[in-house]
């Protein structure tokens, strides 16, 4: 609804490629096989594909799936409004579970709903598809904060 | 501190064996390397040891995973006190990180902070060990469903 | 935006009388001066209008109403949805607060987002409003339990 | 547990004289007859005798009440950590109600868990009272920004 109006202006231009090179350091979205399949100020899309070792006990994408590609969208959508030579740290987030996460793929939207100097507050909304349905089976509210003037940690 | 004083019975008394081979059922755990590492009606504990596939972009763990293994400690947690031929879900958890998870081990305490005959609600608190010195990181608190009557799926 | 999208059958035609009743009850909403301002399945909006007496140190709202509004309106959007004789609770929300809430009138819109027969996943805006215009000034998360066979108790 | 260990030191030695006013400029507190019973650095304690304009449509206490005591309490606990000079404001709280408010006194105990320079992370445990027996019913977590160089405005 109101998401969709929103139009952010990036203060950093570079932030694509900022978030690209944080993102190919994260090993945990490797591990899981995540990847970012839409960026765009205030909002970055990740997704991941089933296979077993993303399972909880019922052979569904485990709720800790949907939390980490959420987060990880949340905290991305955050940091493509940062101004440059600053890095973001999640805060906390909150997610409800709504229907099972039983599909093929997992994709969290993470779309910010305010952008203060300080704290970007986000709503990332996880989605399950199956035979190109989509179905809304996670949603959360996440707060970010932004370090300004501490950039990343580079893998030196 | 109320957490350590409450004292529940299990309803099953064979809880420990359900919840072990649940845990062996979830790939999402043997992917992170988590293990549990306490259990008892009320509570369950479980680890991971860092490694770079569960790091965020700063060689920290990752909080998708300490959402992940501190959603399971709350889960099994809340199972250990459900009744035989049942089953649980995550309704939802909400998490505030608090210090940077940087260290060898992670530890996910999930006790139960009250016990409803179809809510569960769990204290799920995130420990970051060095050096044998332990540092809360993380606290999340959950709220779990039991599904009375509907057992686990069997992996058949 | 599926919010809006949304089409619930009620189970209980008389869900609005019922609804009512239960509103006069609450002796906090009178006591707020809050009045339901809208209501149909899935839906219940509560608005407030602002003097001192609700106001935190700063003369804005106090985010305990917010609170308030948003818990009474998402807790009335799945009573909407229950079955006659049952009776509704709390079981938790999350609130973000996105900007001051600095006005004459303020507006808590709940609307179901997940309708199960024991579970209703409601999120609650909340708006403030000067000169006719709206601006979003908070957002919540609520999980809502229904007790089935077990109506509200009367003021007898 | 670990909270009642914590050691804060107050950056403002005038801290108590400075929330107390801030309190005293809180409509809503006054509204809702609640009073500051305990306050030290990191702590605070708010608590409000029921009375029919505090109830929900059963008579207990409506889960609004236990939010916005709740929350200032978490402010406070805050405010009492934060530099002369500075203002806090509430980002957001989650709140998990335990059991029904059904009792004569509500008190909502707020202690700081993690003392950030920008951000506090507070719980908020809330009790009710019953012939002097305290019963947990409720239990939050709030996350309070400091700001800076903001004091908070006066009502002159």
């Known amino acids: 609804m109101r998401n969709t109006e929103n139009r952010f202006e990036p203060q950093d231009p570079d932030f694509e490629r900022k978030i690209r090179d944080s ?8 591990h899981l096989g ?11 899309e990740i997704r991941a ?15 800790g799936v949907s ?31 709504l229907a099972p ?8 939207r993470g779309s910010i709903i305010r952008s203060g100097k300080t704290l970007k507050i986000c709503r990332g909304d996880i989605f399950i598809v199956n035979d190109s349905a989509e179905q809304l089976c996670a949603t959360t509210l996440a707060t970010i ?3 300004t003037g501490k950039p990343e940690h580079s893998p030196s």
Chains 1, 2, 3, 4 share one sequence.
């Open 145 to 147: 904060m932004v370090l």
């Open 34 to 44: 995540a990847e970012i399949s839409a960026l765009r100020p205030g909002y970055c």
């Open 101 to 108: 996460a039983l599909g093929k793929t997992l994709i969290a």
């Open 49 to 63: 594909t089933f296979h077993a070792e993303l399972s909880q006990q019922n052979g569904y994408f485990h709720a």
């Open 23 to 30: 993102f190919a350091r994260q090993g945990l979205m490797k």
């Open 67 to 97: 939390g980490a590609i959420a987060d990880s969208a949340c905290g991305y959508a955050a940091f493509s409004l940062a101004p440059r030579d600053s890095s973001v740290l999640t805060v906390e987030y909150k997610m409800n579970l």
